[in-house]
Structure formats: C-alpha cells, structure tokens
C-alpha cells in the first residue's frame, strides 16, 4: 500500500469517527398526549436525559425541530361506551357570554394555529394584529420556541371499534374519522437544552395579540357546558440535536 492509500485510509476513519460522534448529538423524541377533560389546552410532558450528554454541561443548547405533529379528536370506549367526538372544532376555556365567539357555535373555521413550547430561543417572534370590533390592538412576543400549525383536516379512515359510520367532513365527523397532520418543512429553532426539563405547551390564534393569547383546543361542538371538555389527542415527532458551547480563548 503507497502512501496516496494509507492518507486516503486515515481520512475516510476520521471521518467515521466525527460523524458518529456528530450523531450522538441527535436525539429523537416522540410525545403523546391522551384527552384530558380538564386540560383545557394546557399540556406537558417531561423530557428526562437520555444519555449522559443530554445532562451535560458543554451542551446549554439545541437546535429543536419538530419532525410531524398530529392532532386527533379523542374517542375511546369508556365503561363499554363508545365516547365519540361527534362535531370537533376549536374552542377557549372562557366561560362568559363571550366564549361563543368567535370558535365556538357560529362554525368558524380556523385555518392555523401557533405552537407555543415553554421552551426559551431567541430566534423566534410572534407579530398580531386584532381587528376585532372597532378594537385595533397590536403586540408580539418573543423568546420561546413557536411553530405554525396548519388545521386542515385530513380523512384519516374508519375507526373501527368506536363508530362505524362517517357522516362527512367537520363539524359533523364521528369517530376520530378526521385528524390534522402537519409536517413541517424548517431545519428547526436553537433553544434551551430541553433535557431534564418539564416542557409545556399550548395552541394560540395566529391573529391574537399578546395580552389576549388564550389556549385553543378541540372540543365537542355540542357540548353546552362552559368551558368545554378538552377532547384534543396529540402525537408528534421531535429531532433534538444538542449544540456544543461555544468555546471561548
């Protein structure tokens, strides 16, 4: 072997070595959040460390992307009985006279909703503008990691087992026969390390200003009780990669 061979050799090991070592900084994480009557469209998962990196020192932050997010109106058999959503749609947790608009009896479909996380980054901002009434307010937030959702419903099939019809599109679909899926097409937001942390999250309307974010989750359009039992199930896909600290001389 010549040394042309032995260099190209050494070159192809050190490159084995640093990416398997880059890989070790990325992690896979997938959340899932059961219905919960009262949530009210509060949730939380805890996020412990999974190897010792995740807990490390030299790595105060991540780059977080989620991968794929679904949002299921939750059926289940309770006691025998089947509990199906029977008309989703998105609502608040007030429960004045004003919580009937603008989500929740006059049909209005909302076309988007913003994930919040708990989660501190800089490299993100929220800019509102609400047009409600004659009420012209603006505001923005920042520092926390967002992500816009788009609420398109998609057919999802049958759910066999808890109902077995399907009565169109919503709000009249029985069954978990819909769910909104949203892949998104972003390299992610630098963070906070989110390792080791209790981590929240909530859904906002995109129009909403920040004084009057309010929490956004599906319930059952005919639920006349106030405010209305949260029936929102969510699945989604997290790829955290951890960023070393910068090292400074």
């Known amino acids: 072997m010549d040394s042309e061979d032995k260099n190209i050799n050494a070159a192809v090991r050190v490159s084995q070595v640093h990416n398997i070592d880059e890989e070790k900084l990325v992690f896979k994480i997938v959340v899932g ?25 030299e790595y105060n932050q991540a780059i977080i992307k989620i991968d794929q997010i679904v949002i299921d109106p939750f059926s289940a058999l309770i006691a025998g009985a089947a509990q199906n959503n029977d008309r989703p749609v998105w609502t608040d947790r007030l429960t004045g006279p004003t919580a009937v608009a603008p989500f929740n009896n006059t049909n209005t479909s909302i076309s988007s909703v913003i994930m919040m996380m708990r989660l501190p980054s800089r490299q993100t901002g929220h800019a509102g503008t609400n047009m409600n009434s004659a009420v012209n307010t603006r505001g923005v937030l920042y520092y926390r990691f967002m992500e816009l959702i788009p609420t398109f419903w998609e057919w999802r099939g049958n759910y066999q087992g808890i109902q077995l019809t399907n009565n169109g599109p919503p709000p009249v679909a029985n069954g978990n026969s819909y769910a909104i899926k949203h892949q998104p097409n972003n390299d992610g937001v630098l963070c906070a390390n989110p390792f080791g942390s209790e981590i929240e999250f ?33 699945t989604m896909q997290l790829t955290i990669t951890l960023v070393p600290n910068k090292v400074r001389h």
């Open 33 to 57: 959040i059961a219905k919960n009557n009262s949530q009210h469209g509060a949730y939380k998962f805890n996020l412990p460390p999974i190897t010792d990196l995740c807990n490390s020192n």
């Open 202 to 234: 909530n859904f906002k309307n995109t129009a909403d200003t920040e004084e009057n974010q309010l929490n956004l989750y599906l319930a059952d359009h005919g639920d006349a009780a106030l405010p209305r039992d949260d029936i929102t199930g969510i």
